[in-house]
């Protein structure tokens, strides 16, 4: 297939998934981004390559922060299934400038949804899909939208079999906007978010197991992708909208503080887009503010009078009855006292009998609102402590049989056959009443699209017993007035057959927290009914409903059970705000669309619609048999023995005088039709009915209309009557609870008027008791019945009546009736309140002229208006709408002006400041009537022809500012609160004029008012400048004229209040934050004003700077234009930032972008000084005081903004500051350095290098600066040239520059650092200006020197400062700045020696040096620990030659906290030594301090010694003994020899002492040593076939070791031997162990008894050698034994710092016979001490067997494995008289090994015989007699025959005095260690040890462990019993011991090279034949006389040390299992030379 490449790659997005068939193929899923290379000739296949999303596993080799890097796969796939979306421009688009971007404005957008994409994408909605068909057939020409990253060569025509081109680089994209951006942005911003977390978030929380943070993160995305989704799919209403926006806003809001991010700023009102340059800097910094320090946007504070409502949907029923069931829903709320008050009317639902609810799917029948709640109501008020609950009463009806009552709670018997409906059930006797009625024998669970409750539907049951079981559920038709159920009639043929309706159980559901929330919420609300005993089921009062079901249903029993009739709802909530529930339905007709409304009994604030309904609530009967019962005409009687009380009903009707009927007037709920006579549900006697009625009448028929009552006990007629009258002396009836008397129902009281006779009619009779009655006639039976108004039309008040007929009545009440008014309720007046003020108007206007009646009615007026600020009722509207509408008074005004003017001028006395405290408050609804009335009475004036009494009203008006202004100048203290509040409310009353006066006097009265607050102090203040932001605000200012006027008088007022000050109080603050606010509410309009604002603001801004500024919890919202401010409270950790601070940051910001300039030429200040601060205050923003830097949007938004403001400043430096060069000295140098400084900080700042930011922040940043660094080149470039010179033609041509020097050489080498970090910004137009720069500087400073190291220094400093904390970039990494700044100096090249060029490549070959080390240390990629650490020495190196102690320093301690930090102490240590290095040991020399560390200034000496201490410190914690003594030798020379501090000296003895001591009783493990080999052409060439000796712990295996390397280097292979190619592709590692040379000839071999720790300790400090055995022959004559090892000698001494040193030599050795024989029975004896120690810790059979065989083998004289066939090496004296004869130091050392061999079998057989092993008893006796035979000449050496002895004398034989030759030869030192015997050196001694009586004891104590000479006399042979028992004492002990705890094998490593024989130090002693020990030995160190307890704790000691990290047990059992009797090993390698040799 021919393949053609396309003229441009293409961008496209897969549209269709392909799968592959053949192997070239490339599989596509729908999104998947693709980069298109090739085509076929056809165009129907495509070549390129597929850009996959990171894979998570990626994670574990990325580094941290850093995005993972997307996975690239190349092949083929079909034409049909991709959309190109775009082609990459080769670069020729790119515009002129410099940048590498280009943004996506005018880009035309090609392709369809971006819901796949993310990367460039689509139009929403399917019409792309039409474009398509289309866009398959050619390809679109698109432009570059990200801008190309790289510039794409022109592609040639690529023959087949040629190769491809390679895979392209993903592009930076900036403009990745989609077609649907710009109508929802939101949808590019979370893919934008998605995309990023995923790359760069997700694998880091996996890695790290933050699984919380985890969860929540993915929780947010799933929400974001639904939110994403809702955006595309277009299908919500506007509202849902917006609110989707704000939330998913606030989403990534939170998922950028989940993942560590900045904080973007989105706007929600902007549809979410994000906040760029262009916008407000205030609004951002509010959005700014608020997202990233709260978790959510602050909420409006809700005001009281904002009403709540409540919809409830039945979702579905579940019960088990087959007859109908009404459900009754309403509020209540119960207060903290536990009163229960019915908020609500009810509403009704009817339940089929048998039927499911499921066809009522969306009924409004079973959907309500509940409407007008308050805030108080539902708990969520300041003080609202109430709970509010829902009620659901469920009502059913039950058979009533006639002559017995019902029982209240059902039957007591079980029917005999089934009851059915037609046919009563058989009965006979009494039982016939006692039918169950429980008859409903099957459940069904009623559902209408149940979800939670289909699990309901149960299996059918059997009928429950209900023989004992009282049970209050029964199943009859319904029987209430309110159903449309037909009703039994009470005189039918069947009266056993009539249903009465009773109340069988109730569901409670708390609703607070319900109401607070706005999501739809389902909740399952169970049905209680009252038990008849104690159930399993018992209702717990705790479970929500606290206790609620106790109080509103009875139980006789006091139990509760879950009701079986109707067992639990399942109902649907949501709660709306909103002022007017009519609105609100409209408003959202998805969900209320038909819903019915339940009101609230009462009014939840100043009523808007005119309402009247009455409440009748029927609480209960008092009907008990004492009760007596009222008769017409006569006493009162006992109720009729026929009334059973046990099915009381109770009827109602409302009447008028005459007794006829009103008809349909009661509502029984909310959503029934009204009736004209109402039935009760059925009770016994003693319950209550508790059942609301809504009575709604004409307002004519209330005053005459009475409620009737009738009580009828089924199914008997009525026995009883009551009414109520609803009108009761001239007012409505009072609300509450009235008794009501029951009449015996005759023909007296049938009627309501009197009949034909005359006598009878109730209405003549009293209809409510007398408290009294009882107490005379005995307690009468009554009806308890509450009453509630809740109507606009009728007051219960007399007041208010009496002021509402004030015409009518008498005229001198009047005065009395306005005083009253204030003890009215407010209710009572807002209910009618436009009758109260047409009533106040009228008396008004009736008594003008009359100042007492004025005085009066104004302070009524006052008192009625001051109920506008009452929050419980919105009254001001009603207000306004009364005065605007209803109000009709023209000659009201004068007399409001009259009284109004005479509080004023009196305001200090008492009484009238309180009144005018009071008036202040409603002047502006005063002010509404003034107007209104003098409009009115203009027209009125006009219609009879008078004109002309304008002037004077106006006049009256003014006097009344007039004297308001006066009282505001007063100082007066009582006058505080007055003019506080005229201050507070003097904005609202200036609209109320706009009809009086013109505006220009409305402005001259508010400029006047403003002026007369100029001397107000304290809070005043603040109030005063919130006055300003009102007026600022107003409609009627908002004229051009009226804001510049307020503008300019603006600087005026606040200029008192801000500004410099060395005294900033808290109160300060609040007046620089106000005055910030005035400015954001004027920003737009200023203009002339700006340049006296900018002084006071940096003035504030230093001012406050200068304070200390503290960490705060709460955060006040910004640009507040209130007092007090509102505030929030921060979650978490405390927040450091200043709000003053960032709001005169923003309002800077804000002027100087102003588009009428900053105009500083024109500030009253001196210029110079006001630049400098101005400069100060900008280069503070950007180091992020103003504001932590992570507020990204504000922090660039000023990034942007300063760039402006530069551009402002430099022209003014350079029109006014920039003098001629004759008149240099006036150069304002410093004031130039600062302009440059905060130049060069801001393009330098790491916020704009758009390059190294995430995909998101680099959109953001993107959009909102733009490219400020090409601007900030620009800037450079003409500032910089400005201050040059000009320059001679000679060096033009040398240089190629137009200007330098001059000014600009004051700039070096001050400007060197940041000029060089502009040199290493990726952005190419930014990076030539800084080389061009830099060059000036260069050629500056060698034109004045000659000498470059100034620039060196600085730009060595920059770089070391600039690594610090940036991040990598390319063009470091490439260094492309240095190639540049060769380029600049090309033509010096040419000239040959130039001295210039010259200096310049040194500098930039030494720059570049150190580029490369700084580059190595701080790049993220580090290969292994051991090469980072290379780096940084190397780094420390260059450094320390390059003379930058200061930075060498920092160096150091750096690594030394790396290398503690990874728990190397001891290469802490040696990093600290090359620190310490630097100074001499010298008292007098004095070196400064530093910052890093924090040293003090001090002297050489005691600097060395502080690091010396720190040094010892860590070679202690890690144990390296011979470094921290050779640190303290040093100090002890120095303290003794130099400062002469004996005091420090004997610290520091006392510490080396302490480091011996532990040596000698410590288990000091020898490090383990590997070696490692790098071969393959995969590692760098610095370590390629380069061999290593590494260090591990003691313990470290060689497994373990492997490991570590293969983390280090995942991708080589671990091999084992070296056959690799050096050649060969990968990476190979060659590993193998290895151990010290052991050097042996050291002095420790010539001694016995020296503990294996200390010879280890020995023989392998300062390794440098390390060796391995590669051959070894010990087989035939012990002459010919011999080994060969390999040693490998390192570059350095270990400990080294890298843990690590390369192999600088490798030789073979030969060792010679003795050699090996030292070797080889060293290594033997530490074995078997090791299986010994094995076995006192378990006596395995195994090992046991093991310990014998290798012991047998030893003592075999006969068998050539034993070690004793070495002493054949030694030389015999040639006869027996002759004298010992000379050792040379080999023959001593084998000598003292096999001694110690010797002593090692002896304890060990010792400790056999012990034993009760059989194992080990027979080994102690096959072995003991060959031991005493093949070791005869050691154990006379350690064990000498003992000569008689006189116990008298100690005096030592003559014989003794004999010289030891080895001894005589030895050095003085030698000579002197010979004397020092360990503690623990006889250990091996306590086996063979006599029992030693206290007399031999002698009287000294030995203080070390020796003998004495005169003690030796015991027979090697002899073992007592005593003996014994001291013997398996020490062995009990040892085994027991606890001196070491840490315990641990010693199997693993001691190969023959590692592992030395013990007890070093002991001295060598002939075997002379009479006994003669050395004489240079001193006598104590033989004392025998040492008792046997402490012989035994010695060996205990040596018993319990353990060697760590030994090779594992089965080595040496692989060892020793070979050792048969006899046996030789058949190969030279054999038993000794095993498992772990070298």
């Known amino acids: 297939m021919p393949w053609q490449p396309l003229p441009r790659i293409a961008f496209a997005v897969a549209t269709y998934p392909f799968e592959t068939k053949n192997e070239n193929e490339l599989p596509l899923e729908i999104g998947d981004d693709l980069y298109i290379i090739e085509e076929t000739a056809d165009g129907q296949w495509l070549r390129g390559y597929l850009l996959a999303p990171p894979s998570l596993l990626a994670g574990l080799t990325s580094v941290k922060g850093q995005p993972l890097e997307a996975r690239v796969f190349s092949g083929i796939f079909p034409r049909s299934c991709v959309e190109i979306r775009e082609v990459l421009g080769d670069g020729d688009e790119n515009s002129e400038n410099s940048s590498n971007y280009q943004g996506d404005d005018d880009a035309p957008q090609v392709g369809s949804d971006s819901g796949k994409s993310g990367v460039v994408s689509s139009v929403r909605k399917s019409y792309a899909r039409g474009a398509d068909h289309e866009g398959r057939s050619h390809r679109p020409n698109g432009t570059v939208l990200g801008g190309a990253a790289a510039r794409i060569p022109e592609l040639k025509v690529r023959e087949p079999g040629a190769p491809k081109p390679a895979a392209p680089v993903p592009m930076l994209r900036l403009g990745d906007e989609t077609p649907t951006s710009t109508m929802e942005p939101l949808i590019d911003e979370i893919a934008s978010c998605l995309r990023e977390w995923h790359s760069t978030n997700f694998h880091e929380l996996l890695l790290t197991r933050q699984y919380d943070k985890l969860d929540k993160v993915s929780q947010l995305i799933q929400t974001l992708d639904l939110s994403r989704r809702q955006f595309l799919h277009n299908l919500l209403t506007t509202r849902e909208y917006s609110a989707l926006r704000e939330k998913t806003v606030w989403d990534l809001v939170r998922g950028n503080k989940l993942c560590g991010g900045e904080v973007i700023v989105r706007d929600p009102n902007e549809r979410g887009r994000v906040l760029t340059g262009d916008d407000s800097v205030v609004e951002i910094t509010k959005l700014q503010s608020v997202m990233s320090l709260l978790d959510e946007p602050p909420q409006a504070h809700v005001e009281l009078s904002a009403l709540h409502h409540l919809m409830v949907d039945i979702r579905s029923f579940a019960g088990s009855s087959n007859e109908p069931t009404t459900l009754v829903l309403y509020l209540v709320s119960r207060s903290v006292g536990g009163t229960l008050t019915t908020l609500s009317e009810s509403y009704m639902i009817e339940v089929p009998s048998g039927g499911t609810m499921g066809h009522l799917n969306r009924n409004p029948q079973m959907r309500t609102l509940f409407t007008d709640l308050t805030s108080a109501d539902i708990g969520d008020g300041p003080s609202a402590d109430s709970e509010l609950y829902l009620i659901v009463k469920v009502r059913s009806p039950q058979q009533i049989v006639v002559g017995k009552p019902v029982s209240r709670s059902g039957s007591f018997g079980q029917p005999n056959t089934p009851f059915s409906k037609d046919k009563p059930p058989s009965s006979s006797g009494n039982k016939a009443s006692r039918r169950s009625l429980m008859w409903g024998t099957t459940r069904s669970a009623f559902s209408r699209g149940g979800t939670k409750l289909d699990a309901l539907t149960e299996q059918p049951e059997e009928r429950p017993r209900t023989d004992n079981i009282e049970s209050r559920d029964g199943g009859f038709p319904p029987s209430t007035a309110g159903s449309r159920a037909p009703r039994a009639s009470v005189d039918g043929l069947q009266p056993a057959h009539m249903m009465a309706e009773r109340m069988v159980g109730i569901g409670v559901l708390n ?677 932590p830097s992570s507020w990204l949007s504000v922090y660039i938004y000023h990034h942007k903004s300063t760039m402006r403001t530069l551009q402002y400043l430099s022209s003014i430096l350079l029109e006014s500051f920039l003098p001629d060069p004759d008149e240099a000295e006036d150069f304002d140098t410093e004031l130039w350095r600062m302009f440059f400084c905060t130049l060069l900080k801001l393009v330098g700042s790491g916020h704009l290098a758009l390059e190294t930011f995430s995909e998101q922040k680099r959109r953001a940043v993107w959009k909102i600066a733009g490219d400020v660094r090409e601007h900030g080149a620009e800037l450079l470039r003409r500032t910089w040239e400005a201050i040059g010179w000009e320059t001679s033609p000679d060096e033009r041509a040398r240089y190629g520059l137009a200007k330098m020097g001059g000014y600009q050489v004051q700039y070096v080498p001050t400007l060197v650092g940041p000029i060089v970090e502009l040199c290493l910004s990726v952005h190419e137009g930014l990076r030539r200006m800084a080389v061009e720069v830099l060059q000036t500087m260069i050629v500056s400073e060698w034109t004045l020197s000659e000498d470059l190291s100034v620039i060196q220094t600085e730009m060595i400093d920059c770089l070391d400062g600039f690594f610090k904390d940036k991040t990598m970039t390319e063009s470091i990494l490439q260094k492309l700045f240095v190639s540049e700044l060769l380029e600049r100096f090309e033509p010096l090249s040419l000239v040959h020696g130039d001295p210039l060029y010259s200096a310049l490549k040194s500098l930039i070959e030494t720059i570049a040096e150190f580029l490369d080390l700084l580059v190595a240390v701080h790049s993220g990629d580090i290969t292994s620990e051991a090469s980072h650490l290379i780096n940084r020495l190397q780094l420390m190196e260059f450094l320390r030659d390059m003379q930058k102690e200061e930075i060498f320093i920092r160096y150091v301690h750096q690594l030394a906290a790396l290398q503690f930090d990874a728990r190397n102490h001891t290469e802490a240590g040696l990093a600290l030594r090359l620190h310490a290095e630097l100074y001499d040991w010298d008292p007098t020399k004095l070196t400064p301090a530093l910052q890093d560390p924090d040293l003090p200034e001090q002297s050489h000496f005691e600097r060395k010694e502080r690091i010396y201490f720190d040094m010892i410190k860590h070679f202690e914690d890690g144990e390296a003994w011979s470094s921290a003594l050779a640190a303290y030798k040093e100090l002890q020379v120095q303290y003794e020899t130099n400062i002469f501090d004996f005091a420090k000296l004997a610290r520091t003895e006392r510490a080396i002492a302490t480091i011996y001591e532990k040596l000698a009783k410590g288990d000091k493990l020898v490090p383990k040593y590997f070696k490692v080999v790098y071969k393959g052409l995969g590692f760098p060439l610095n370590l390629r076939d380069k061999a290593f000796v590494y260090e591990g712990s003691p313990t470290e295996r060689t497994s373990a070791f492997t490991d570590r390397m293969q983390e280090q280097y995942p991708a080589a292979q671990i091999l084992t031997s070296s056959d690799v190619d050096s050649e060969v592709e990968g990476q190979y590692l060659v590993i193998s162990a290895l151990s010290p040379h052991r050097d042996l000839n050291h002095h420790v071999f010539q001694r016995a008894r020296v503990p294996q720790p200390i010879r280890d300790y020995l023989l392998s400090a300062h390794a440098h050698m390390f060796s391995v055995s590669s051959k070894r022959s010990t087989s035939g004559p012990v002459e010919t034994h011999y080994a060969e090892k390999t040693v490998y000698t390192t570059a350095e001494h270990f400990p080294t710092i890298l843990r690590r040193s390369e192999i600088v030599d490798v030789h073979t050795i030969r060792l010679s016979a003795k050699e090996t024989a030292i070797e080889r029975i060293v290594r033997k004896t530490q074995e078997m001490t090791a299986v010994e120690k094995r076995l006192a810790e378990d006596e395995d059979e195994e090992i046991a067997q093991l310990m014998v065989d290798a012991i047998s083998i030893s003592v075999n004289p006969a068998s050539d494995s034993s070690v004793a066939c070495y002493r054949q090496l030694l030389p015999v004296p040639q006869s027996d008289d002759e004298q010992e004869p000379q050792y040379d130091q080999q023959d001593n050392a084998i000598k003292m090994a096999l001694i110690d061999h010797a002593i090692m079998i002896k304890r060990c057989l010792t400790s056999f015989s012990r034993s009760s092993n059989p194992v080990l008893l027979k080994g102690y006796e096959d072995s003991y007699k060959h031991f005493l035979s093949t070791f005869a000449p050691e154990i006379a050496i350690f064990a000498p025959a003992q000569p008689p002895r006189d116990n008298a004398s100690n005096t030592p034989s003559p014989t003794w005095q004999r010289p030891s030759p080895i001894a005589d030869n030895l050095p003085p030192d030698a000579k002197a260690s010979t004397s020092v015997v360990n503690t623990t050196s006889i250990v091996e001694e306590a086996a063979a040890a006599q029992p030693i009586s206290m007399k031999q004891r002698g009287t000294r104590l030995s203080f070390l462990g020796g003998r004495k000479k005169d003690s030796q006399q015991s027979n090697g042979d002899a073992s007592s019993s005593k003996q014994a028992k001291n013997d398996s004492d020490s062995n009990s002990q040892a085994s027991k011991s606890k001196d070491n705890p840490n315990r641990r094998s010693i199997f693993r490593t001691q190969s023959s090279d590692t592992n030395i024989s013990s007890n070093p130090y002991a001295q060598s002693k002939p075997p002379y034949p009479n006994g003669v020990a050395d004489l240079t030995t001193p006598d104590w160190t033989f004392d025998r006389s040492r008792k046997s307890k402490e012989i035994v704790d010695i060996a205990e000691k040596e018993f319990d040390r353990s060697s760590d990290g030994g090779m594992g047990f089965n080595s040496v059992k692989k060892r020793l299992s070979i050792l048969k009797l006899g046996k030789k090993p058949s190969k030279p390698n054999g038993f000794m030379g095993g498992v772990n040799e070298e």
């Not at 089924?714 to 009108?727: E, R």
């Not at 932001?1029 to 107003?1034: A, D, E, G, Q, T």
């Open 511 to 1187: 609703l607070n927290s319900i109401m607070k929330q706005d999501e739809e919420t389902e909740h399952v609300v169970t049905v209680w009914s009252p038990s008849a005993k104690f159930t399993t089921e018992k209702y717990d009062s705790t479970e929500g409903s606290e206790g609620l079901v106790r109080d509103l249903l009875e139980s006789k029993s006091g139990h509760y059970e879950k009701s079986r009739r109707a067992e639990r709802l399942q109902i649907h909530l949501k709660s709306f705000n909103s002022p007017d529930a009519d609105a609100l339905i409209k408003a959202t007709p998805t969900l209320l669309a038909g819903i019915s409304k339940t009101n609230k009994m009462g009014f939840s604030g100043a009523p808007t619609k005119p309402r009247s309904d009455i409440y009748v609530t029927l609480t209960e009967a008092l009907l008990a048999r004492q009760n007596l019962i009222s008769r017409f005409g006569a006493s009162a009687t006992t109720i009729s023995s026929n009334v059973h009380g046990g099915n009381l009903v109770v009827s109602l009707e409302v009447r008028r005088q005459s007794g006829e009927r009103i008809e349909d007037c009661i509502y029984p709920s909310s959503n029934s039709d009204p009736l004209t006579t109402w039935r009760s549900f059925a009770v016994e006697r003693g319950e209550r009915w508790d059942q609301i009625l809504r009575l709604s009448l004409l307002p004519a028929d209330v005053g005459m209309a009475h409620v009737v009552f009738t009580v009828s006990d089924l199914p008997g007629t009525p026995f009883a009557i009551a009414y109520m009258p609803l009108w009761d002396q001239q007012a409505f009836l009072g609300d509450g609870l009235h008794s009501l008397l029951l009449y015996k129902l005759d023909e007296h009281t049938q009627t309501a008027q009197a009949g034909p006779t005359g006598r009878g009619g109730y209405l003549s009779l009293p209809w409510s008791a007398r408290s009294d009655s009882s107490e005379v006639t005995g307690p009468l039976a009554t009806l308890r019945v509450e009453t509630y108004l809740c109507s606009t039309r009728f007051s219960q008040d007399r007041i208010v009546l009496g002021l509402l007929k004030w015409k009518d009545g008498p005229r001198d009440e009047i005065p009395s009736l306005l005083k009253q008014l204030i003890f009215v309720p407010e209710i009572e007046v807002v209910k009618l309140l436009s009758d109260v003020l047409d009533a106040l108007f009228g008396i008004l206007v009736e008594y003008q002229g009359n100042d007492e009646y004025e005085d009066l009615v104004f302070t009524a007026l006052v008192r009625v208006l001051g109920i506008v600020h009452d929050r419980r009722f919105n009254l001001g509207p009603l207000v306004d709408h009364y005065a605007e509408n209803k109000f009709n008074y023209p000659f009201a005004t004068p007399c409001l002006v009259r009284s109004f003017t005479r509080l004023l001028t009196k305001p200090t006395e008492s009484e009238t400041a309180r009144k005018l405290r009071a008036t202040l408050k409603v002047v502006r609804h005063i002010l509404k009537f003034i107007t209104h009335a003098r409009g009115q009475q203009k027209a009125k004036e006009a219609g009879i022809g008078i004109t002309g009494s304008t002037t004077s009203f106006t006049r009256h008006l003014q006097s009344i500012f007039k004297a308001l202004d006066s009282m505001m100048r007063s100082t007066a203290p009582v006058l505080v609160g007055s003019q506080t509040l005229a201050v507070q409310h003097f904005h609202t009353w200036l609209p109320e004029l706009t009809g009086l006066l013109t505006t220009e006097e409305i402005l001259h009265i508010a400029i006047d008012f403003m002026d007369s607050c100029a001397l107000v102090k304290g809070k005043l203040v603040l109030y005063k400048l919130v006055l300003i932001i009102n007026y600022s605000k107003l409609e009627l200012f908002a004229g051009p004229e009226q804001r510049s006027a307020l503008s300019a008088n603006t600087v005026r007022w606040i200029a008192p209040h801000w500004g410099r000050t060395d005294n900033v109080t808290e109160q300060w603050k609040e007046q620089v934050r106000l005055c910030c606010s005035v400015l954001a509410s004027q920003v737009h309009h200023l203009n002339s004003e700006i340049p006296d604002y900018i002084p006071k603001i940096v003035g504030s801004y230093m001012s406050i700077q200068a304070t200390e500024p503290k960490p705060k919890n709460r955060f006040s919202l910004l640009f507040p234009t209130n007092y007090p401010f509102p505030s929030k409270q921060i979650a978490g950790e405390a927040v450091q930032f200043d709000e003053a601070l960032i709001e005169l940051s923003a309002i800077l910001s804000a002027l100087s972008n102003s588009p009428n300039g900053m105009q500083l030429e024109l500030a009253a200040e001196d210029l110079t000084s006001l630049l400098k601060n101005t400069l100060h205050v900008h280069m503070s923003i950007l180091q992020g005081e103003a504001f």
